[in-house]
């Protein structure tokens, strides 16, 4: 595996790769099992496989977490290499971010819910470093997980509306074995809020199985939800039901659906959902 850091490095490394597919895996690093799931499903569909770590300042509202993100780098390196990474692209924020920009990418659609709302301009941001990133590596597919269900559907429209020649792949969420979805963020909970946090997903899988008997009715099944997590302590930022993968409130409760959550800890804020799909079939829209 070759660990490159500059732009100029990175296409020279891809313009000897001639009539190879390439396939992507953006990551923030601090590398987990969820990551390594979408460079498995990379290293399996695609000749060459680019991964890259980089903690993109433009997604952190100035009350984040940029600065206690966590870094590993010796350790991400080490796992790109196990997932047959062929390249890892370890920019610094000055090689991505060279002068301010000339013109802004701004989200527009399904950001007035969940981490849109609640994240004012982060989406903004993960839509800017994804087009600078998807320029410099024109890969012919980009792995997403679907943990963060409203960034692939935001993703996929951006990647749609500008015609991006790029297939946008997704990844079920990988969770450790009490159920909490993997995340780097995990690394920054309290060991009793470590221990709390499989409830979340627990709560959610309420939810899920309320709506798979049948109710179809908002309040209910987001009480459904909330009961699980009635004596526990942790503040929720968000417990919302949309429509999926269009985010607007539900108005058919046999088409696809997102039950989200957010929960703020001390140092951590996790995110996590269940997409439901009451009929059955598949999710309209992404493939899995
Ligand atoms: P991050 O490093 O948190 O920006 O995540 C990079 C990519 O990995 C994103 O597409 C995430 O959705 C995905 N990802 C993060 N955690 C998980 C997980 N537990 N399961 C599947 N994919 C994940």
Redesign the pocket.
């Known amino acids: 595996m070759q660990v490159v850091r500059s732009k100029l490095e990175l296409k020279k490394i891809l313009s000897s790769q001639t009539n190879k597919s390439i396939g992507f895996?953006?990551?923030?690093?601090?590398l987990?099992?969820?990551?390594l799931?979408?460079m498995k499903k990379a290293r399996l569909e695609n000749d060459f496989v680019v991964a890259s770590v980089f903690v993109n300042p433009t997604q952190f509202g100035p009350n984040e977490d940029l600065d206690a993100y966590p870094r590993d780098e010796t350790k991400d390196i080490e796992l790109s290499e196990n997932a047959k990474v062929d390249l890892l692209f370890i920019p610094s924020v000055e090689e991505i971010y060279p002068r301010k920009v000339s013109a802004q990418v701004k989200a527009v659609l399904a950001v007035d819910v969940l981490d849109g709302k609640a994240r004012p301009g982060h989406f903004d941001g993960v839509l800017t470093v994804l087009l600078k990133l998807f320029m410099l590596v024109q890969p012919d597919r980009a792995?997403?997980?679907?943990?963060?269900a409203q960034?692939?559907a935001i993703v996929q429209n951006f990647v749609s509306d500008y015609f991006l020649p790029v297939d946008i792949r997704t990844?079920?969420?990988?969770?450790e074995a009490d159920g909490l979805?993997?995340?780097?963020r995990n690394v920054n909970l309290l060991e009793e809020e470590r221990n709390e946090a499989p409830v979340i997903h627990r709560a959610l899988l309420a939810g899920k199985d309320r709506i798979l008997s049948g109710c179809q009715s908002e309040q209910e099944i987001l009480g459904a939800v909330q009961e699980v997590l009635q004596d526990v302590t942790l503040k929720l930022d968000y417990l919302a039901l949309y429509s999926y993968p269009d985010f607007k409130p539900v108005t058919d409760f046999t088409k696809p659906m997102v039950l989200a959550a957010a929960v703020k800890y001390k140092k951590a804020r996790l995110i996590d959902n269940e997409i439901v799909l009451p009929s059955g079939g598949e999710a309209e829209c992404y493939e899995q």
Not at 25 to 30: A, L, R
Not at 32 to 35: I, K, N, Q, S
Not at 143 to 148: E, H, V, W
Not at 171 to 175: P, Q
Request: glycine share 10%.
């Open positions: 895996v953006p990551t923030m690093g601090s987990h099992e969820g990551h799931a979408l792995y997403f997980g679907q943990k963060d960034q692939v990844v079920e969420t990988v969770r979805a993997k995340s780097s």
